[in-house]
């Protein structure tokens, strides 16, 4: 298995940063250059997409992000491996992860392994395969967004291919959300521990910091023993009422609806 950053020409600090995340865990990687939203073009060719099955209209950003994984995933068909592992460049990686490019570890059925957590709950089935020592896999049975890390079965990437050719979903919210086409209907696990988090949701109140890299430093976050938080966009009812709901759904459906640690071992 081959591991691919995605990384834009105007963001050489964020390679630099995720150059030494690979360097310290032994990961080897090909970068992957990331089609950038700021080139007129990519506006253009975003308006002519269709609206999104939620009724909204993908931006440029977003269309840029989506068609830079799909370079990606063309470069691991092209280049003839059955399974690739996924990076964007603004993650924080756990040391031990060098295993990901190894052969053995993915279940024969698994479609996209997502190595990432958003810091939020989610349901997983309650049944565990371990991967070794320190880490497992569960079925991940709702929508968990965030496209920063994951593991992609060639067919899979030849299927997510066709029907991103012309789609409206951000790419974390094609392949993690399950009303979005993909994800109800696709195998996927969830790493427990995540071995990847993005450096925004390591951040207490995220949405005061707009001004790029610098501000939301990763290193800086790291280094000040900051944790995941959830989203807290959501007014305070509607947190409640959800929450109610979702663990209604764990107990008819028998799933754990839990937040994903990032880290080396489940605690």
Avoid at 55 to 74: G, K, V
Avoid at 84 to 90: A, K, L, P
Avoid at 150 to 179: C, I, W
Wanted: some cysteine.
């Amino acid at each position: 298995m081959k591991a691919y950053c995605i990384n834009l020409d105007s963001r050489p600090d964020r390679l630099e940063h995720m150059t030494a995340e690979f360097r310290r865990a032994g990961l080897p990687f090909e970068r992957i250059v990331a089609i950038d939203a700021s080139d007129p073009a990519v506006a253009v060719q975003a308006l002519a997409v269709p609206l999104s099955s939620r009724n909204f209209r993908i931006s440029p950003e977003a269309y840029a992000c989506l068609q830079s994984h799909r370079l990606a995933w063309r470069r691991m068909l092209d280049e003839g491996h059955a399974y690739g592992v996924f990076f964007e460049d603004d993650l924080l990686l756990t040391p031990d992860i060098a295993f990901l490019c190894a052969d053995g570890w993915v279940p024969s059925d698994a479609e996209v392994v997502k190595l990432e957590t958003f810091g939020v709950r989610v349901h997983l089935s309650r049944q565990r395969f371990r991967i070794g020592p320190n880490r497992a896999l569960a079925r991940m049975v709702s929508s968990h967004v965030g496209a920063a890390a994951y593991v992609l079965r060639a067919d899979t990437a030849t299927k997510l291919l066709m029907l991103s050719e012309n789609h409206g979903e951000p790419v974390d919210q094609l392949l993690f959300n399950d009303s979005c086409g993909f994800s109800d209907r696709a195998v996927i696990y969830q790493m427990i521990p995540a071995p990847a988090v993005q450096g925004d949701r390591n951040l207490p109140h995220k949405r005061k910091f707009k001004t790029g890299w610098q501000a939301t430093s990763i290193p800086k976050r790291h280094a000040a023993g900051q944790g995941v938080v959830p989203d807290v966009s959501e007014g305070k009812a509607a947190r409640l009422l959800r929450r109610l709901r979702e663990e209604r759904r764990s107990l008819w459906e028998d799933t754990e609806y839990v937040v994903v640690p990032h880290g080396r071992s489940e605690s």
